[in-house]
DNA sequence: CGCCGGATTGATCCGGATCAAGTCATGTGG
DNA sequence: CCACATGACTTGATCCGGATCAATCCGGCG
């Protein structure tokens, strides 16, 4: 369970949100550099759209503080939860990138401020900087092995597995102390899970003492040896 | 998720595998001759392993012949089948590319022939090339909202709506017939049902007049219309 | 021929969705 | 300050889609 390494610290430079980032890891100082330059400021209050599918990309989007909700509707009003992206995490890099319409909606879950570098920009740097280009190759390619990981987890994980494994991959306190990003709604959403399951889950793991509910949203792991275990598994072995 | 993509004329010469290919459409004809003065032949038995996971990576694949089949394999024996390769598709590209351990197994489903792209050489030419990297990071972009589809597919389709998504999506030739690439099991797993579920559904399409069998591995669409109406919605509308 | 693996079909089971209350905690307006 | 509305969350009862188990069929192939 990662010890969690990044304050929350708000008031962050760009080049410091930029550097906090997954997807930018492999940059050195001159390609980050060159990306602060052109960096924008963006900030929405909670619940507001950042965008809507199917619209151009106005850019790729780098989460400095709150949280926002990527989604992608379904033409019958259904929703699916792709990312629920923190500080330090990219969203709309695909689209940008690429340069085609944006696959997914995103709206503020919580009030949030962004980075954002704008898809033309961007594209403009690409089409001069090799090394930019090369980085972000990698970094595309871990991206996109992250997906086949999401895939496989949904596929052949049952709830429990799947909710044990948020929270062994979830970062926490030196204590053990897990706070719960967003709404559980939204947790469970993610996970391709109702909400209720999503609730009785996290019960059943109290009842066999592995975590305890601390007040608002935060979870305390007890036994990190079993949840390592539970998640470890694709499906129940059980109690 | 266009499992199959043309004739399967056998002998074709390594530009032209090259150019078949979806990930590379973006490259000009400098940058294909490129990949091509590295290319290496591979044939494989059907049934044959052609890497496993965990791996370092030979290269980039890119199928001229046959059915390779790429699946996750779980700690407990599980697998799920990430895609099903045929004619032009590309596999082992994230790898290659990222340059890090390979996330999955590859097979032979059928007896096919590959034109590889070693690693070390398609490394080295990245570091010199910036077109190519430019190229293949649209390719790559295009690969990860492939992803978020799939995704999508298994989140929030039932099994009625992921085989005529599978249907409508493949290609056909002039009279409407499809050939179903692979074996019905490892289809089924791909849309993570099943092989017998698999079935069932399909007697369902058949005896609604959607659908024919003919013999071996191909179906006439009947009701194309229709079958677009189903593979457009994510759940059940039908009785 | 007999064997074997894929495909079909039927019967049954189960995990998780759905439906329906009920509990809090937070507004909001009188 | 209270009455009331709202929305996230919990909990229980029930339902259903698809998995599982099992029997059979079928088409190669030794």
Redo the contacts between chains.
């Keep these: 369970m990662n010890i969690q390494s990044r304050s929350q610290k708000s008031p962050r430079t760009d080049e410091e949100v930029i550097r906090s980032c997954g997807l930018f890891r492999g940059l050195d100082d001159t390609q980050r550099a060159v990306l602060t330059s052109m960096a924008v400021r963006k900030r929405f209050k909670q619940g507001t759209p950042i965008f809507v599918q199917e619209e151009a990309c106005p850019g790729l989007f780098v989460v400095d503080h709150g949280l926002v909700r990527v989604f992608?509707l379904?033409?019958?009003g259904?929703q699916?939860v792709?990312h629920l992206c923190g500080p330090g995490q990219t969203f709309a890099e695909?689209?940008a990138?690429?340069?085609?319409a944006l696959?997914?909606c995103a709206d503020a879950a919580q009030p949030a401020g962004c980075v954002m570098i704008p898809t033309d920009r961007l594209q403009q740097e690409?089409?001069l900087n090799?090394q930019l280009?090369?980085q972000?190759?990698?970094g595309?390619?871990?991206?996109?092995?992250h997906?086949?990981?999401?895939?496989?987890d949904?596929?052949?994980r049952d709830a429990m597995g799947r909710v044990t494994r948020l929270l062994y991959d979830s970062p926490c306190d030196a204590s053990g102390r897990i706070q719960l990003p967003g709404a559980k709604k939204d947790l469970a959403n993610h996970l391709?899970l109702t909400s209720e399951t999503f609730s009785r889950v996290l019960r059943r793991l109290a009842e066999q003492g592995v975590i305890e509910f601390d007040q608002d949203r935060s979870v305390h792991v007890i036994d990190a040896q079993q949840l390592e275990q539970l998640s470890?598994?694709?499906?129940n072995t059980d109690q």
């Design positions: 992608r379904a033409p019958n259904q699916h792709l695909v689209a990138i690429g340069g085609f696959p997914a690409l089409a090799h280009c090369r972000l190759l990698t595309m390619a871990f991206w996109v092995r997906f086949v990981q999401l895939l496989e949904i596929a052949l391709n470890g598994q694709s499906q």
